[in-house]
């Protein structure tokens, strides 16, 4: 799913991120299918520690943010760091549009005309056209509709769209820079545009919390420059941001222009970058418990700042797990380079759009037929269905409707290519 692995230049193939993007659906659909049972596989409050776990599965989608700051950016750092050929702009965009929209929109379109044909009427395009242009996580009336995940794929493609233009922003800013000092120079504006991101979304919780209020400009300016800027949940910039961070990293400790002991210390200290990081999710997962459901009651105290920080705090605890995969032992590595969890990392954009709806056509339509009362069994059969229809379902995506797309952008991404070097 996001995050995916063309980048805007070369393909960027590194297997144990298959591994990890795998994860990073699994996750998120063991959140959804842990709501559709009410989380009823134990008492929530008397088990609080499984309950944090099962029920953060939805910060995947945080995984997938990450992931995507990470690939998407390596062309672009490897030319501000070391002078490499800038990447060209009509081919990420090419390859990003025929890498995500054909997919998206046979998924759109079989889900309107299946289960929500009220967006083909007249009064409802409007809203239709939203999520048609990636706009859908912008407005109160399409956010989480028609398909729940849907959401983060606008804020995947805004992402997109954006990105050529920070890291051209990057490049005003650093090309003055001598190369020995780019990294640094790199590191300070990234983590500005985490400081922007958290900004927005301080900003942005405080005026969709008063509808009245306003600065500077007329509210209804200010309503427009939110749908823009914030949408409902924000725009996520300083999970994109974390990912840049690492890539920026990784392409310096990979150049054999730069100073060995830098790859060597990262490797050395992967194992503690691992430990930190499940750290910061496990006490992120208590957290998010405490949040919605009123557990662990000695972080009601943190319960203010969570909307503000707590997807910075997620994509820091995720960014070095990915830190520490990347350059950690063989026995770190392993497990994530399986071949049928790479499997499921290659399908997983399909995954990650059809598996809520055909989880919502068992729920509605199989289960009721089938007179389960054991709570475990109904839970089991939910993976049951999941792996006998959703798989194959995404699988059958996959090959009709994302892979000729991503074939038809390399042979044109090369005769592109060609062309500019001519």
Known sequence: ??????????????????????????????????????????????????????????TGVTLFFVLSGFLLFMPFAKSLLFNNPWPLGRVFYLRRFLRIIPGYYVCLFIIVLTTHPEYLQRANLKYLFLFVTFFMDSSRTTFRQINGPFWTLATEWQFYMLLPLIALAFLWLVKNVPQR??????????????????SVRLFGEYFMANPTKTVL???????????????ITGKYTEDFAVGMFISLCYIYAQHPSTNRKFGETWQRLSLWLWGIGILICFFDAMWHFNHEMHGWPFLNGLLPAYDWINEMMLSFGFGACIAAILYGPTSLKRPFEWAPLRWVGLISYS??????????????????????????VAYSTYWLWGFIVIFPIAFLSFILTEKPWMKLGDRWRGQIEKQHRE
């Open 1 to 58: 799913m996001l995050g995916d692995r063309q980048t805007g230049g070369k393909q960027n193939n590194i297997a144990v991120l298959d591994g990890v993007r795998a994860v990073a659906f699994l996750m998120v659909m063991v959140f959804h299918i842990n709501r559709m049972t009410g989380d009823s596989l134990w008492n929530r409050m008397a088990n609080q520690i499984a309950s944090s776990v099962s029920t953060a599965g939805g």
């Open 181 to 198: 000092y780019r990294l640094q120079m790199v590191t300070m504006w990234l983590g500005a545009l985490i400081v922007l991101g958290l």
């Open 217 to 231: 400009v007329p509210r209804s300016l200010l309503n427009v420059i939110l749908f823009f800027s914030y949408g």
């Open 351 to 376: 995954l990650y759009m059809w598996h809520l709806p055909l989880l919502i056509l068992f729920q509605s339509r199989v289960l009721p037929l089938l007179h389960i009362s054991n709570k475990f």
